[in-house]
């Protein structure tokens, strides 16, 4: 089993950057994205498990060793960054070819895998044997990311850490880019962590989700969970939830809460292992979570929000169209472009929300 | 799959329009601004050379060609040069680890040891010789060591002349080289590492390689700065003479027109070697491939 | 930017005043007097130029020092513009100046000075050695001794005439090739004050130098005969004798003498004939004494009807010319 990936109690001070004991792991094969702002950390984080820092506290363990007091070279993980970092004085070729191994871990590796110290294979498997003699600078960056992955697995790695790598791509290529690395780990079976402060990144890679501020985890867990349950109004800023709305708590029993925001009375699901009684807090709703209709009746359901409104704003974002309702409280929506067709600023809409799309943060 | 992405810029000669001519034959604006550079770096270019061609075409070649036979012009050329190759052979193998520790560390003192590093440069000559002489003489710190324990002597020595010259010139290759390693990206060498090559075998097939332009343009000057050093070498060596000195001696002896033809003689030989050096800078990195 | 009205006119008001202060004042350009003069004449050269300066306020001295040759070949070879040349050997301005075109005509003495050897307390052997043993001590092996080049500076070469007269003077055959191989190629430089640096840190023992050095460097020197030391025209028949082998022939001994002349066709003619004056003169002589050189009373000149009238009354027809 190539696990054994952790991250524990990693505690590191830089300059004037804090890591304050991080605690994660890796199960698997699967891709954990590291999604922060930029000055959260990650690039120390990822670096310090790469091997460049010495933490001053915690270990990092690595295909089932501690490799904390170990130099980057015997850490056995490949590094990507961004711009893909292949060596410009050396071909495509030599660039992969210059990885050596020292010794082989028990990782398991796919059967189609060629073994690391063929350059050659590797370069087929990755579909860039036609580029072997040229040199870094007269690839595409797609191009680049398979010589990239090439050279890092020709490095038999336990672990794969990727650094931003898309951050200076325009959008269409970073699209390509991600889901063609998305197929290539799926392929590999190798771990992986990947660092990024876009949140699309995370939505098509990642296994599970560690939110990085200033140097700290606010939240960890599958993917799903941070954008449909995120933790707190930051977190959920940060993976685009467009609504973030002051509420009070009106009633709380079991599971469910019902939250005055202005005049209005909501219904919603608490969050597993909701603490106290907070009187103030907030809730986040994903704009598309919210289904707008033009008026009708329709019957109350315990299980939807109904509101009515008015319509404040359009604005066109492609194929959707952005709306912004006010009913009683400023809201977003999306519709498709040929829904919003009859509507304008003024008309009158109702949007329902079902009861788990609303996220209950503590202020 | 994804389409390939044309490169960035085009190669561009000097004055070409980034845009194209525009109708009607006017100049569009990158041709006035290389016109300008051009204008003032042809001053410059003329004042660096138009005396070295005067003094070429001084000469007559009756009097050039006697002169290039003299065996003592020919052994002092020959020494300058040797002296000089061995002061920048030293000073790549111990300035060149200098610099990339000064581009790649931070430690408390380290803008004082880079100024400390350019100032043989700003010692007049005369002082810097009595300092070695002072160090490395009969009775000196290093001299009277190494004399009775090694036998090396440094007064009228060929190991004067390179201690000598490499003092004033060695800041060139120290310079040249942080510069160099500083432009290499660190994250290359860390992905070196992460890929198992050790700090040795990273610092070998990545950093110097992407260095290597700058290295052997600091390089080339220290070699420059080297042979035509006379006040400092003068202090320790008189004899056996290096150019510079015998070209002194001859203007002594004779007059200017053996000087001259002697320092002509020299000049021809180094420009010779300049350009082999820089052809040698100038090979891309990606030729070692081949 | 606009002024306001009174501005312009203090502007306009103090660039008139500044205007008509230059326009006023006299155009007093300073009247730069340019010397040529042996490195071993520094020191007295510099008292004498300010003595002078004070005497003649609005003249300026600058003076550059170097060896005899190179300085006269400056002249005559890179045709820089000098005033007045002042060498350490006499014999350096009849050969190189009088020729054609002759950059001088005439040569007066200024001082005289003495070839000898100086030590310091590290030197080998400095407890012993002596005005009688001093070629016995400076011939062992392992004694280092420096002097400069007889090829292109006078002192060189007047070491070299010493040793010859040394020879025969203590009838000891060999002594000239003995005490010379302790000065190899390597302890010689173009100018002997280019070794002092070099005795001071040990480097050499003992060095070949005007006793004029000596004495100003606060060195200890040895006192040699003067039979020997080329310090007395006296015995200028007897020096010729003592001969030194240079790749500018064969050079007999001559007795040291400093010597002084005015540029042919000088800017500064008249400036630097009445420096000239002031070497020549009680004054000049009092500074060179003063300096650790030997004087004259009066100079000896060399084709004295071709000098300046105001200098004839200071010099004698040169014995033998």
Not at chain 1, 281 to 307: F, K, T, Y
Not at chain 2, 170 to 185: L, M
């Amino acid at each position: 089993m190539s696990g054994g990936i952790a991250v524990q109690s990693l505690t590191l001070t830089l300059g004037g950057f804090r890591l304050d004991k991080l605690d994660f792991a890796v199960a698997g094969h699967e891709i954990v994205v590291i999604l922060g702002p930029n000055g959260a950390g990650k690039s120390v984080t990822l670096e310090t498990i790469a091997g460049f820092h010495r933490p001053d506290g915690g270990r990092v363990l690595i295909g089932g060793r501690d490799v904390t007091a170990l130099p980057p070279e015997r850490r056995n993980i490949g590094f990507v960054v961004q711009q893909f970092g292949l060596f410009p004085h050396l071909n495509v070729e030599r660039n992969v070819a210059i990885a050596r191994r020292k010794h082989r871990s028990p990782a398991a590796r796919t059967a189609a895998l060629p073994p690391a110290d063929d350059a050659a294979a590797l370069l087929a498997y990755f579909g860039v044997a036609r580029l072997a003699r040229r040199m870094p600078e007269d690839l595409s960056p797609g191009e680049k990311q398979r010589v990239a992955l090439a050279r890092a697995v020709a490095a038999a790695p336990d672990l794969f850490l990727f650094d931003e790598p898309f951050s200076a791509l325009d959008t269409q290529t970073r699209v390509e880019l991600r889901d063609e690395l998305l197929s290539y780990l799926r392929a590999l079976a190798i771990p992986a962590i990947f660092v990024t402060h876009d949140y699309t990144d995370a939505l098509t890679l990642a296994d599970r989700i560690v939110v990085l501020r200033d140097g700290a985890a606010v939240q960890i867990g599958p993917a799903t969970e941070i954008f449909h349950r995120p933790a707190n109004a930051f977190v959920a800023r940060f993976v685009g939830v467009e609504n973030v709305i002051d509420a009070s708590v009106v009633a709380a029993s079991g599971a469910m809460a019902t939250l005055a925001v202005g005049d209005q009375l909501l219904r919603a699901a608490l969050p597993p292992h909701w603490q106290g009684a907070p009187q103030r807090v907030r809730l986040g709703i994903r704009a598309e979570q919210v289904v707008v209709a033009p008026p009708a009746e329709a019957a109350p359901s315990p299980a939807v929000n109904r509101l009515t409104g008015r319509v404040t704003g359009l604005r066109t974002l492609g194929p959707l169209v952005k709306i912004e309702i006010d009913c009683g409280f400023a809201l977003q929506a999306y519709l498709l472009g040929p829904q919003a067709l009859n509507l304008a600023a003024g008309s009158a809409v109702t949007a329902a929300i079902a009861v788990d799309a609303i996220a209950v943060m503590p202020d | 799959m994804t389409e390939k992405t044309p490169r960035a810029t085009a190669p561009m000669l000097p004055g070409a329009p980034a845009n194209g001519r525009r109708r009607g034959g006017a100049p569009s604006r990158p041709d006035r601004l290389y016109l300008l550079f051009w204008f003032f770096g042809s001053i410059l270019v003329a004042f660096l050379v138009v005396p070295l061609v005067a003094l070429a075409l001084s000469q007559s070649w009756p009097n050039f060609a006697a002169v290039a036979r003299m065996a003592d012009v020919d052994q002092a050329i020959a020494l300058s040069l040797e002296g000089a190759f061995l002061s920048a052979t030293l000073a790549a193998l111990a300035g060149v680890p200098l610099a990339y520790a000064l581009a790649r560390t931070a430690f408390p003192g380290k803008s004082l040891i880079a100024a400390l590093i350019d100032l043989p440069l700003a010692v007049p000559h005369t002082v810097a010789g009595i300092a070695l002489l002072m160090v490395f003489g009969r009775h000196g710190v290093f001299g009277e060591p190494l004399q009775t324990l090694v036998g090396l002597k440094f007064w009228g020595t060929i190991a004067g002349i390179v201690v000598a010259m490499l003092f004033v010139s060695a800041p060139y290759t120290v310079n040249a080289a942080r510069i160099g390693f500083e432009a290499v990206d660190p994250r290359l060498e860390k992905i070196a590492r992460t890929l198992g090559l050790g700090p040795w075998r990273t610092f070998l097939r990545i950093t110097l390689p992407l260095a290597r332009a700058s290295i052997m343009t600091g390089v080339t000057l220290t070699y420059a700065r080297s042979i035509s050093e006379f006040g400092a070498v003068v202090i320790l060596v008189y004899y056996p003479m290096t150019a510079p000195v015998l070209v002194y001696e001859l203007f002594l002896r004779f007059g200017l027109d053996q000087a001259s033809a002697a320092a002509v003689l020299l000049l021809a030989v180094s420009l010779a070697l300049f350009l082999i050096l820089r052809a040698l800078a100038r090979a891309a990195p990606g030729r070692a491939n081949r | 930017m606009k002024l306001a009205p009174r501005l312009y006119w203090v502007i306009l008001g103090c660039m008139s005043a500044v205007v008509a202060a230059v326009a006023a004042a006299p155009a007093a350009e300073p009247t730069v007097l340019t010397i040529f003069a042996a490195g071993t004449l520094a020191v007295p050269f510099r008292q004498m130029n300010a003595l002078y300066e004070r005497k003649y306020p609005g003249v300026t001295v600058q003076a550059q020092f170097g060896g005899s040759v190179k300085m006269a070949k400056q002249i005559t070879d890179l045709h820089q513009e000098a005033d007045l040349l002042a060498v350490a050997d006499y014999n350096v301005i009849a050969k190189y100046m009088f020729g054609t075109p002759a950059y001088a005509a005439w040569y007066a003495s200024i001082a005289r000075n003495a070839i000898t050897f100086v030590y310091t307390d590290k030197s080998k052997y400095a407890d012993e050695v002596n005005s009688d043993n001093w070629y016995k001590v400076l011939a062992r092996p392992g004694v280092e001794i420096g002097r400069s080049n007889p090829d292109t500076d006078p002192s060189g070469y007047q070491t070299v005439q010493m040793l010859d007269l040394a020879e025969k003077y203590y009838r000891a055959p060999g002594l000239q090739q003995s005490v010379l191989a302790n000065a190899p190629l390597a302890n010689m430089r173009d100018t002997e004050t280019a070794l002092i640096s070099a005795l001071q840190l040990g480097q050499i023992d003992y060095l070949a130098i005007y006793r004029s050095d000596a004495l100003q460097y606060h060195l200890k020197f040895l006192d040699l005969p003067a039979a020997i030391n080329l310090s007395d025209p006296a015995y200028a028949s007897a020096y010729k004798a003592g001969v030194a082998h240079t790749k500018n022939g064969d050079l007999a001994g001559t007795p040291i003498v400093y010597a002084i002349t005015v540029i042919n066709g000088a800017k500064n003619a008249d400036a630097a004939v009445k420096y000239a004056a002031l070497v020549l003169g009680p004054e000049g002589q009092a500074v060179m004494q003063g300096a650790g050189f030997g004087g004259f009373n009066p100079a000896y000149a060399v084709h004295p009807e071709a000098m300046p009238v105001e200098l004839r009354g200071l010099v004698q027809p040169w014995p033998g010319s």
